[in-house]
C-alpha cells in the first residue's frame, strides 16, 4: 500500500527546490515546471517507473519520454535527490560548465531525449514503444506532453500510429494546465473535449480531475500501467500552471513570468506550512 503521505511530504519538497532553483537561475520556466510535480512524485518515488539511478541507461529500466523539457526543472531536484548526480550541481543550473540548462537534455542522467523542440515526444516514444514490442520486452514507454503541445500536427500523427500499432506498452500523461505560452489555451486552439478525440482515435482515456491530488495521481497512473487492453493510453491530468504561486495561478502570461527573487523565500515558507 503506498504511503500517501510520504508522497505529499515529496511533492512539497520538489515544489519548493524548483522555487529554489528559479531563485537562482531565473530564466527557467517556473510556471511549467511547477504544474506536473505531483506526476513526477508518482512515477519516481511511488515507484511506478523502473529506474536505476547507479546505471540511468540500464536496459531494465522503462523509458520516460518528457517531451515538455522547459517545463520539468522540478526533474533536477528530484533527479539529484535520488542518485542520479550529485545535489551539489543544483547550485549551478544555467551556469557555465552545468550540465542543468534551462531546458534539459540528454546530457542529463535521467533523460532520454532532446526536448527543446516541442511536438516530437510522443513520435520518439512511438519508435522506443514499438522496438520494445518487436524485443519482446516488458519495459513500457511513458511520455509527457503539454497541452499546447498538442496543437503540434506530428503528435497527432504519432497519436494514429499508436493505435495503428497496438502500442499497449505506451502510456502518455497530458499536463493539462490550461495555459499555453501567451495565452489561455482555450483562446488558441481549444482542446475542449480531448478525452473524447483520443477515444476516437482508439486509445483507452484516463482522467485526473485534480492533478495535485497525489493519491489521484497515482491510482490512476497505477491502473493505467497495469491495464491489459491491446491499446495506447492516455491519462489526461487537469493541473494548474505555476501551482503554489497565487499570482502565476491564473496569469495568461504565467509561462514567461518569472517570481521576483525578494518574494521567493516568503512563498517557500508558505508551502512549507501549507497541509
Given at each position: 500500500?503506498?504511503?500517501?503521505?510520504?508522497?505529499?511530504?515529496?511533492?512539497?519538497?520538489?515544489?519548493?527546490?524548483?522555487?529554489?532553483?528559479?531563485?537562482?537561475?531565473?530564466?527557467?520556466?517556473?510556471?511549467?515546471?511547477?504544474?506536473?510535480?505531483?506526476i513526477?512524485?508518482?512515477?519516481?518515488?511511488?515507484?511506478?517507473?523502473?529506474?536505476?539511478?547507479?546505471?540511468?541507461?540500464?536496459?531494465?529500466?522503462?523509458?520516460?519520454?518528457?517531451?515538455?523539457?522547459?517545463?520539468?526543472?522540478?526533474?533536477?531536484?528530484?533527479?539529484?535527490?535520488?542518485?542520479?548526480?550529485d545535489?551539489?550541481?543544483?547550485?549551478?543550473?544555467?551556469?557555465?560548465?552545468?550540465?542543468?540548462?534551462?531546458?534539459?537534455?540528454?546530457?542529463?542522467?535521467?533523460?532520454?531525449?532532446?526536448?527543446?523542440?516541442?511536438?516530437?515526444?510522443?513520435?520518439?516514444?512511438?519508435?522506443?514503444?514499438?522496438?520494445?514490442?518487436?524485443?519482446?520486452?516488458?519495459?513500457?514507454?511513458?511520455?509527457?506532453?503539454?497541452?499546447?503541445?498538442?496543437?503540434?500536427?506530428?503528435?497527432?500523427?504519432?497519436?494514429?500510429?499508436?493505435?495503428?500499432?497496438?502500442?499497449?506498452?505506451?502510456?502518455?500523461?497530458?499536463?493539462?494546465?490550461?495555459?499555453?505560452?501567451?495565452?489561455?489555451?482555450?483562446?488558441?486552439?481549444?482542446?475542449?473535449?480531448?478525452?473524447?478525440?483520443?477515444?476516437?482515435?482508439?486509445?483507452?482515456?484516463?482522467?485526473?480531475?485534480?492533478?495535485?491530488d497525489?493519491?489521484?495521481v497515482?491510482?490512476?497512473?497505477?491502473?493505467?500501467?497495469?491495464?491489459?487492453?491491446?491499446?495506447?493510453?492516455?491519462?489526461?491530468?487537469?493541473?494548474?500552471?505555476?501551482?503554489?504561486?497565487?499570482?502565476l495561478?491564473?496569469?495568461?502570461?504565467?509561462?514567461i513570468?518569472?517570481?521576483?527573487?525578494?518574494?521567493?523565500?516568503?512563498?517557500?515558507?508558505?508551502?512549507?506550512?501549507?497541509?
Amino acid at each position: 500500500m503506498i504511503d500517501t503521505a510520504y508522497l505529499k511530504q515529496q511533492a512539497k519538497f520538489l515544489r519548493i527546490e524548483t522555487l529554489k532553483i528559479h531563485k537562482a537561475a531565473p530564466e527557467v520556466r517556473v510556471a511549467s515546471s511547477l504544474s506536473p510535480i505531483e506526476i513526477f512524485t508518482a512515477l519516481f518515488y511511488g515507484k511506478l517507473l523502473r529506474y536505476n539511478p547507479k546505471n540511468p541507461r540500464d536496459e531494465n529500466r522503462d523509458r520516460l519520454i518528457i517531451s515538455k523539457g522547459h517545463g520539468s526543472i522540478c526533474m533536477y531536484p528530484l533527479l539529484a535527490d535520488l542518485g542520479f548526480f550529485d545535489k551539489d550541481e543544483l547550485k549551478r543550473v544555467c551556469k557555465s560548465g552545468s550540465f542543468l540548462g534551462g531546458i534539459p537534455d540528454p546530457i542529463i542522467p535521467g533523460y532520454e531525449t532532446v526536448n527543446g523542440s516541442l511536438g516530437h515526444g510522443l513520435g520518439v516514444a512511438c519508435g522506443i514503444a514499438l522496438a520494445l514490442k518487436t524485443k519482446k520486452s516488458d519495459k513500457k514507454a511513458v511520455v509527457l506532453t503539454g497541452d499546447g503541445e498538442l496543437n503540434e500536427g506530428a503528435n497527432w500523427e504519432a497519436i494514429m500510429c499508436a493505435a495503428q500499432h497496438k502500442l499497449d506498452n505506451l502510456t502518455l500523461i497530458v499536463d493539462y494546465n490550461k495555459v499555453s505560452m501567451l495565452d489561455f489555451s482555450k483562446n488558441i486552439i481549444d482542446l475542449n473535449s480531448l478525452s473524447e478525440k483520443f477515444k476516437a482515435f482508439n486509445w483507452d482515456v484516463y482522467e485526473i480531475e485534480d492533478g495535485h491530488d497525489i493519491e489521484q495521481v497515482y491510482n490512476t497512473l497505477k491502473t493505467a500501467f497495469s491495464d491489459q487492453q491491446q491499446k495506447p493510453k492516455v491519462v489526461i491530468a487537469h493541473t494548474v500552471k505555476g501551482k503554489g504561486i497565487p499570482f502565476l495561478e491564473t496569469h495568461p502570461l504565467s509561462h514567461i513570468l518569472s517570481v521576483k527573487e525578494g518574494d521567493i523565500d516568503g512563498l517557500v515558507e508558505e508551502i512549507k506550512h501549507a497541509d
